[in-house]
């Protein structure tokens, strides 16, 4: 697979994702406790792909992996605290 073929891949993934999560947040948007599951979803899959996109393009370091992973905690506790206000 050509590098550019594996972008392509990469970020098709990440849109289909998207896509599929941003309908089940407006399908499920009077839902409480079915936004919170969708929050923690969405941002272990940020968090996730990021690391996996960085690794396969042999660029991961320890510092990249902390930030997806901190990003994604920051993201899911401002959706949190969002929707408990």
């Known amino acids: 697979m050509t590098e550019k073929a594996r972008h392509i891949a990469e970020y098709a993934v ?3 994702a998207s896509t599929i999560l941003l309908a089940a ?3 499920l ?6 936004l919170m599951v ?5 941002s272990g899959f940020y968090a996730i792909w990021g690391i996996i996109h960085h ?12 930030e997806y992973i901190l990003f994604g905690f920051l993201i899911f506790l401002l959706l949190f605290f969002a929707l408990n206000i």
Do not use: D, H, Q
Request: glycine letters at 4%; zero cysteines.
């Open 25 to 27: 947040f407006y399908y």
């Open 38 to 42: 969708l929050f923690g979803i969405s």
């Open 14 to 16: 990440l849109a289909i």
């Open 29 to 34: 948007r009077f839902e409480k406790n079915a």
């Open 55 to 66: 690794a396969l393009e042999s660029r991961l370091t320890k510092s990249i992996f902390f």
